[in-house]
T-cell receptor, first 113, second 110 residues
């Protein structure tokens, strides 16, 4: 019930294309869904986050789509750039659990020039 | 400069030795966390602390110990009981729901 499943494990996109990463969760008590970006040898950085009261959130080229009934959420990176090449993690938490995050297994994104 | 610092950046340990990883934050966050990351894998929670002098085991606490004597500090000790300690260790702290990570410590057992 605590798992967050992320796919694909790896993704190769051409510069200018759209990168899409999907996550599914089981615990209906989750009410906060962040995405993190991690470069090699660095700590993850919060990219964008969404709560279940909205179905979409956009920040620049990054968009989260949220489907509460399907218990799925996804990250869309528009106009993907080589500098976006990194590992992306989705996560989920229940505010009542003291912000303990459950992470997906990560997606390694490569954007070819 | 506000943020989370971890030291050292690289750490080498001989088998049978205990080592302590430092994590300090000046963000005035109450909650702090330790994660382990293995190559090509996600983050697994080792220990977390929501308040000074209190901490809870995460999913993979065996072979690790922590203390939380000060709000700013949450050191992690990797003991000799941890059979496969080579990994990238990440410390984090939380403001509300937002969790912020330090730069990590890479531990290698020789």
């Amino acid at each position: 019930q605590q798992q967050v499943k992320q796919s694909p494990q790896s993704l190769i996109v051409q510069k200018g294309g759209i990168s899409i990463i999907n996550c599914a969760y089981e615990n209906t008590a989750f009410d906060y869904f962040p995405w993190y970006q991690q470069f090699p040898g660095k700590g993850p950085a919060l990219l964008i986050a969404i709560r279940p009261d909205v179905s979409e959130k956009k920040e620049g080229r990054f968009t989260i789509s949220f489907n509460k009934s399907a218990k799925q959420f996804s990250l869309h990176i528009m106009d993907s750039q080589p500098g976006d090449s990194a590992t992306y993690f989705c996560a989920a938490s229940n505010s009542g659990s003291g912000s303990r995050l459950t992470f997906g297994e990560g997606t390694q994104l490569t954007v070819n020039p | 400069d506000g943020g989370i610092t971890q030291s050292p950046k690289y750490l080498f340990r001989k088998e049978g030795q205990n080592v302590t990883l430092s994590c300090e934050q000046n963000l005035n966050h109450d909650a702090m966390y330790w994660y382990r990351q293995d190559p090509g894998q996600g983050l697994r929670l080792i220990y977390y602390s929501q308040i000074v002098n209190d901490f809870q085991k995460g999913d993979i606490a065996e072979g690790y110990s922590v203390s939380r004597e000060k709000k700013e500090s949450f050191p992690l000790t990797v003991t000799s009981a941890q059979k496969n300690p080579t990994a990238f260790y990440l410390c984090a702290s939380t403001s509300g729901d937002e969790q912020f990570f330090g730069p990590g410590t890479r531990l290698t057992v020789l």
